[in-house]
């Protein structure tokens, strides 16, 4: 059982059926009243991010969460199809509101990690830096660079990222999935 002291970000718990997973954590103890824990907790189900107050005598229980690594192969009509990597005849789908903000980054044939509640995919985790071909990038203009100019390009999953005025059409980007920056370049195209 987890109690409101062990609430720390990161944490996953069971509430109302449901797990969550907390977000923020704040002790606080207001004059002449009992101490309380101030949280924002996300469902890891629906994804939506709560505030919610815990008085010490409530407790929880934990919520067992497993983790394996998956492959992306393709998208068709909305839904993300993936499969085991060491049975690559064991494919599933998650639909593109679970995927969220991350679609932007997903390219096929990338290991990725899923997170598991009761058998069931409850989130899906990209690595933190990841490679990506450049396929439209506009000519650089010369000018004032002194502030480190920047422009838009799009790489091989159709997002368009901001990168130094250097970047070309044809070089392999590292990118930061969780900030969407661009970090580096690995490789210059010919």
Known sequence: MINYNNLKPGTVFILDGQPYQVVEFNFVRMQQ???VAQTKIKNLINGKVIS???QHTESFAEAEIKYREVK?????RGKFV?????????RFEIDEEQ???LSKFLKPNSNVDVMEFEDKIV??????????????APPSIKGNTAQGGVKAVKI?????INVPLFIEQGDI????TQTGEYTERVEKGE
């Open 173 to 176: 980007i590292k990118i930061n």
């Open 52 to 54: 919610r107050s815990f």
């Open 82 to 90: 993936f499969c085991e990597i060491s049975d690559p005849s064991k």
């Open 156 to 160: 091989e999953t159709g997002t368009l």
């Open 123 to 136: 989130n899906v985790f990209l690595p933190i830096k990841m490679e990506f071909k450049v396929i439209e």
């Open 99 to 101: 995927i969220g903000d």
């Open 72 to 76: 992306f192969l393709y998208v068709h």
């Open 33 to 35: 009243r009992k101490p």
